[in-house]
């Protein structure tokens, strides 16, 4: 065999092929996974066994909230077509639908606020009850996601907008993406469990 | 003895920035040493408060905090970061990869473990040293009964720990899949990172759980809420199937990479390919598996019902399979071998004996009624030990002695290394197998004195000897280990004629670790001449081109900083001052998000 340097000496290179932040990415998703899965089981073994009111049945607004998740999964769909603008390399698509992501995330996040503060209002605080405390500190983690993301996906808006998001960059939008369709899927389960489910 | 300077410089600050896989698993050898050495501090003034009956020695309080920082230092701050030591050092360099997946990553994993480490013990310079044992349970931690700084310390820092080892689990599950030389297939792999690779998915599984745990808690001590508060609805029980949710599958984080090291260390001492590889591989992975399944076995007195024991039985005493099946292939290895009986052998002889006898007393109490008997007995302690400390460290000893001559380019020396082992295994079982006889007669764990009339005290004297010879081989470790870095006999590449990738490359391995990546055709490489001829064709050369390594990064440090300043500021019990980390935090993960690693410097 010859001195001369292989692909696999390119730093670039992987064995799966897959891009290295794609793989590490997905394994921490993985590891999110039983972060939600502890708190969501946490919500789901006390519930009803709160000793004093206000109960979820009390509080709960399904309306409001139903609003608030078409919102947030409106967003998941901005998302995609901010990674097909950025594949693109439109920078106009990118940037408009990426803004798209930041306002509907946004919006979710003020129906949370709304919501938080109006419970609070009702007598409903993280240590008025289980209830309260397993409720605040779920959907609580889950909106710290959110926003987590909101941040996120200004930092591309601002690099998209500057135009330093090339079809080049597309895997750090993808990687976003993930995170935001994550950070989705999880707020399907916790509507369904806590507020369809009562 | 160049090999760590060569592209680095050796100062200080080049250690400080460092990304390079090889300088940050000996930061953390060096760290879980130093833990170890303070950890067995603790164990020894335990022993000498029990030397006899009815002693004050050491107050109550002082005892709980003891044992409490004694179990969690042991865990979190020596056996794991010491496995990771070794995921560091030797996994990039078995399967063939210049650095792991993502190098700041890792230099940012080991900043935050040192800082949480530091975090959890500067506990004894406030006063408020935690003192409710490493399980912590609920409600002893809650504010009403435990009113002081002690659990917040406790709390806080595992918390830190915690994101240290799920951010190290995502980076060598990444690497392991996708920086193997070409033709490292799967199951061409050494058992060392095939081990690394399952106990890593526990961790990124594990540790989650056990954080929420924690934030529960975190969330009643310092906002009142009711998690763990059985007055307002809560559960205390609750924290006892998030701990050993965890709890469990964290004693397979423990064990699984001293498995892989001892599955490695036994073949090159036997001269034999490791008998039964895809067994011992799958083996590993049911492990990983049906650790998840058997938690409920730690709670068989907290009454969980007929039918909730019932399975956590069966499950339990299933889990005891794959492991046996383990130490028959370890045994077939050895079987006819030419056996060479270095201290690395020695070691991994020591686990199998000792941790088969830790299995058997553990399958002793995975039946509930005798359980019951044992539950919170010495019994208990005696078994984890020969566990742990037994198997856990053996296997780790073992790496250390067997990797030693790869990292540092020098022989360990062998002559004290034999009277390191010795005096382990002696000081080792002089110390925890009387424990099993105190337990037995009804002496509690976690209770700082005995009546003389429970007839313990001789297993108790001879179990505080044990200890006294333990550490004096623990000193002969350290000893040891800083002469033969300073002035050990030249290793050369393959000194114990091994197998593996590792053993292809010089002795220290260049920052670079492989001028050119070899293509792998089998398990052992090095054993078939063609293959090894071919390897070291080109890795033991000079490279033409210097490989591109990434740059040297202040950045995991000071973004380590701003995640233990946001749990630290949680001490003020005011929402928004975690916040303010936080922040601080923030601005460093831009900054990271846009320093390009591979930079030319200068430019």
């Known amino acids: 065999m010859s001195m001369e340097a292989t692909a696999a000496d390119d730093h670039d290179y992987t064995s799966t092929g897959l891009p290295t932040w794609k793989v590490g990415f997905w394994t921490f998703m993985g590891s999110e996974c039983l972060f939600f899965a502890s708190l969501i089981s946490t919500y789901m073994v006390y519930k009803g066994a709160s000793t004093t009111g206000p109960f979820p049945a009390e509080v709960l607004n399904i309306p409001l909230t139903s609003i608030s998740t078409f919102v947030l999964l409106m967003s998941s769909t901005a998302m995609v077509l901010a990674l097909d603008g950025v594949q693109r390399g439109s920078r106009k698509l990118a940037s408009f639908w990426l803004a798209m992501v930041i306002v509907l995330g946004g919006t979710f996040l003020g129906f949370q606020v709304y919501e938080f503060t109006h419970f609070v209002h009702e007598g409903l605080t993280i240590s008025q009850n289980v209830f309260g405390s397993s409720f605040f500190v779920l959907t609580g983690f889950h909106g710290a996601h959110v926003t987590v993301g909101v941040l996120w996906m200004t930092i591309l808006f601002t690099m998209s907008v500057r135009g330093k998001l090339t079809p080049a960059d597309a895997l750090k939008v993808e990687i976003a993406g993930l995170y935001w369709h994550f950070v989705d899927i999880v707020w399907i389960v916790i509507f369904t469990l806590i507020y369809l489910l009562q | ?603």
Not at chain 2, 178 to 204: E, Q, Y
Not at chain 2, 347 to 361: E, K
């Open chain 2, 1 to 603: 003895m160049s090999g760590h300077d060569s592209g680095h410089g050796n100062g200080l600050w080049s250690w400080i920035t460092t990304v390079d896989h090889k300088r940050i698993g000996v930061m953390y050898f060096i760290a879980a040493l130093v833990f170890f050495v303070v950890a067995g501090a603790e164990a020894l003034l335990i022993r000498i408060q029990l030397w006899g009956p009815e002693r004050d020695f050491i107050s109550a309080e002082t005892y709980n905090q003891m044992f409490t920082m004694h179990g969690t230092t042991m865990i979190f701050l020596v056996a794991m970061p010491l496995s990771v030591a070794f995921f560091n050092l030797i996994v990039p360099l078995q399967i063939g990869a210049r650095d792991v997946a993502f190098p700041r990553l890792n230099a940012l994993s080991f900043w935050i473990f040192l800082f949480g480490g530091i975090f959890l013990n500067s506990s004894f310079l406030f006063g408020a040293v935690p003192d409710t044992s490493w399980v912590g349970y609920a409600n002893l931690t809650s504010s009403q009964f435990s009113p002081g700084r002690n659990v917040d310390f406790w709390l806080l820092g595992l918390s830190i720990l915690g994101v240290s080892s799920i951010i190290g689990g995502v980076n060598f599950i990444t690497t392991i899949i996708n920086l193997r030389a070409p033709g490292m297939k799967l199951m061409r792999m050494p058992l060392f990172t095939w081990m690394t690779f399952v106990t890593s998915f526990i961790l990124v599984t594990a540790l989650p759980v056990f954080a929420v745990a924690l934030i529960l808690l975190l969330f009643d001590r310092f906002f009142g809420a009711n998690f763990y508060r059985p007055t307002a609805g809560g559960d205390p029980v609750l924290w006892q199937h998030l701990f050993w949710l965890f709890g469990h599958p964290e004693v397979y984080i423990l064990i699984l990479p001293s498995f892989g090291v001892i599955s490695d260390v036994i073949p090159t001492f036997s001269r034999k390919p490791l008998f039964g590889y895809p067994i011992v591989v799958y083996a590993g992975i049911l492990i990983g598996f049906l650790g998840w399944g058997v938690w409920s076995h730690h709670m068989f007195t907290s009454g969980l019902g007929p039918i909730a024991d019932a399975f956590f039985v069966a499950s339990t005493m299933i889990i005891a399979i794959p492991t046996g099946v383990k130490i028959f292939n370890w045994i077939a290895t050895m079987w006819g071998g030419q056996i060479q009986l270095t201290t690395a052998m020695l070691y991994c002889i020591g686990l199998l004996a000792i941790f088969t006898l830790g299995g058997l007393s553990g399958i002793m109490h995975s039946s509930a009624p005798v359980n019951l008997q044992q539950h919170d007995s010495y019994f208990v302690v005696g078994h984890f030990h020969y566990v742990v400390a037994g198997g856990v460290m053996m296997g780790l000893f073992a790496g250390l002695y067997y990797w030693f001559p790869k990292i540092t380019g020098r022989m360990m020396d062998e002559r004290l290394g034999k009277i390191n082992f010795w005096t382990y295994f002696v000081g080792f079982n002089l110390t925890f197998f009387p424990m099993h006889i105190s337990g037995l007669y009804g002496m509690p764990r976690r209770t700082w004195t005995y009546a003389a009339e429970l007839n313990v005290s001789l297993p108790n004297m001879l179990s505080t000897i044990g200890a006294f010879i333990f550490a004096l081989s623990a000193l002969i470790l350290v000893y040891t280990l800083i002469k033969s870095a300073l002035a050990g006999e030249p290793a050369g590449p393959n000194p114990w004629k091994a197998a593996t990738l590792e053993w292809s490359i010089p002795s220290p391995p260049p920052h670079y670790n492989f001028a050119v990546i070899p293509t792998v055709r089998s398990r052992e490489p090095l054993w078939r001449e063609d293959e090894r001829r071919e390897i070291e064709a080109v890795t033991l050369k000079e490279p033409d081109v210097e490989p591109v390594m990434p740059n040297s990064s202040y950045l995991p440090l000071l973004l380590a900083s701003g995640v233990a300043m946001t749990w630290i500021l949680v001490m003020t019990g005011k929402w928004w001052a975690p916040l303010i980390g936080l922040a601080y935090t923030g601005v460093w993960i831009i900054v990271w998000a846009f320093e390009d690693p591979f930079a030319k410097k200068g430019a």
